[in-house]
């Protein structure tokens, strides 16, 4: 059935057939490259959400303050929480098992001077474990150690942009710098993922902030870092024996929900995860669509295909054709032609993803399209099964005509 | 070579049963050329296909040179139209994006010939019926004489033991078809055997033996003295 004759029977009935052959290879080609096409996009989708929602670490618990409003032994409502360095510490001793860094974070707008330059900047105190809850990168130089937050330094840690904006380019390392009245000395310069905002902020130890201002021992966010291992569940149990440890301790009712606010950034990476997996799940169906209309396609035109052979399956069969190499040798042709223009409509489409690459990033938000070749490659092979089985079918019903009638056919 | 015993044929049309061959007794021996006539619906063609195992008939015996035809499936009928007969029809049933040569060798494509014997013996045969120089021409760019010439040779390609002519002139002016007809003349000189439907009586006539068939059964089975077509031909 595969030897050199029938091949050679077949490429001369393709090459005599071009419009049948132009056709039905058309149909494939489309059909794949439209799949493979939709579900890159689809992919590059899911991809910028996945970036969108990951610039910082996912293991991070915030606590920010808030106002009560139920009364609570012998509070009145509408008090202000503040946090202060004994919950950190208490914090750190209640979870031992749980939390790997803690850090306060004391937010305040300063004017930084440099020079000429001058500008407003967000100065966040931190302790020297922030750095890995925002994913901070540095650049150059170093972030607030651990030997800074203890001895009170006046050391900062700067925002690219900020050495944009101050230094003109220039390396800001080692120079000292004004914030709000006070010299820092820059000991690096960060950049940071998420974007223009957080490259433009300072960070300094927050123990000299609590210094300049009156030797205070107020903080305004608590940021927890727990072990990864804890996973979802864990997260969320921590999370649980915060709130009711905290709750506690400031004598806030169980049930008032506005004493204090926490995100818990695992448990809005769960929610997102799954919106990106409804997201990739409406994809494939629209992908899987496709396939479909591209197999209905291919079976129509296989059906011409047959049907417009019938007079010469009658002839082939009066002059001495089976049944058995009749079919065989339309299924070899479909399949022939199904298989190089379903792997050449595959090609172009990766062809294309790459070619779109991440120029569509900025308007439509998708993301490095891309499909694996795993996807593609069965893909390609269910276009082409279903294209042999359509031709399979009518193939057989025209092989069983009798070649009177099929002769007749006109 | 052909032996056929109280052949009798039916086609069911609705609820009546058409009865058009009503019991056919036919012995045709090897090198005969005859002619098989009749007004149309005298069952000559219906005749034509059971022999060719295009048709099954309802009851009777059919021996092809000692071979009894019966109870086949499409694959052995394959098989036996193959080996044992060669079609020509009236509308030639040319493959047409074949070019002559392929489809002289058509039927030795079935038989498993190899290529290049195959192109040899098409070419062969296509030179007996003078069609050597157009064998690389589409069906569409020959003359309907030379079309049934292909046809001819696609017949003899498979050297069946008998070429089975269905209206073979039947599409053709009456000097293509004396053409024609002095073609299968010397094919049947070279000891051929074949069988001519035709309701024409001057092609009947080229034959050496004419068997009438009216409302499905014979008539008339006379041997005649065969008016040569080569005379009608420059």
Known sequence: MFSRDTWREIFVTIR??????????????LGILIFITLFGMGNGLVNTFDEFFSQDATNVIYVFPGRTSIPYKGYKSNRTIEFDNSDLKDIEETFPMFVEYISPRIFRTATTTYG?????????????????????IIMQGRYINQRDVEERTRNAVIGRLVEVDLFNGRNAIGKFIDIGGSVFKVVGVFQDEGGDNEERQIYIPYTTRQLIEKNTDKINQIVIQFKPELGYTGAVALEKNLVRFLKDKKFISPDDQN????????????????????????????????????????????????????????????????????????????????????FTGMLIGIGVLKWIGNTLKEDYFITNPYISTGVAIFATIILIFFGALAGYIPARRAARIKPIVALRNE | MIE???????????????????????????????????????????????????????????????????NLNE?????????????????????????????VALPLYYQGVGRKERQEKALKYLEQVG???????LPSELSGGQKQRVAVA??????????????????????????????????????NTILVVTHEDDIAHMCKRIVHLKDGVIVEDKKIEQVRASQYVQ
């Open chain 1, 16 to 29: 005599k057939n071009k419009l049948r052959t132009f056709l039905s290879g058309f149909t494939v080609s």
């Open chain 1, 116 to 136: 000429e330059e001058s500008n407003d900047y967000t100065t966040i105190g931190v302790d020297w474990g922030q750095q890995f809850a925002e994913k901070t």
């Open chain 1, 259 to 342: 004493g204090f606010f926490v995100r818990n950034v695992a448990e809005n990476l769960k929610q997102n995860q799954d919106f990106a997996g409804v997201l990739q799940l409406i994809v494939s169906v629209v992908a899987f669509g496709t396939i479909i209309a591209g197999i209905i396609g291919i079976s129509n035109i296989m059906v011409y295909v047959v049907k417009e052979r019938t007079k010469e399956i009658g002839i082939r069969k009066a002059i001495g054709a089976t049944p058995k190499r009749v079919i065989g040798s339309i299924l070899l042709e479909s399949i022939f032609i199904t298989t190089v223009s379903g």
């Open chain 2, 4 to 70: 056929i015993k109280d052949l009798h044929k039916s086609y069911q049309m609705g609820s009546n049963s058409l009865h058009v061959l009503k019991g056919i007794d036919f012995n045709v021996e090897a090198g005969e050329l005859v002619a098989i006539m009749g007004s149309s619906g005298s069952g000559k063609s219906t005749l034509l296909n059971i022999l060719g195992m295009l048709d099954v008939a309802d009851s009777g015996e059919y021996l092809l040179d000692g071979l009894p035809i019966k």
């Open chain 2, 75 to 103: 694959t052995k009928a394959a098989n036996y139209r193959n080996k044992f007969l060669g079609f020509i029809f009236q509308s030639f049933n040319l493959i047409n994006y074949k070019t002559a040569l392929e489809n």
């Open chain 2, 131 to 137: 069609l050597k120089e157009w064998s690389h021409h």
């Open chain 2, 154 to 191: 696609r017949a003899m390609a498979a050297e069946p033991k008998v070429l089975l002519a269905d209206e073979l002139t039947g599409a053709l002016d009456s000097t293509t078809s004396y053409e024609i007809m002095d073609l299968i003349q010397k094919i049947n000189d070279l000891g």
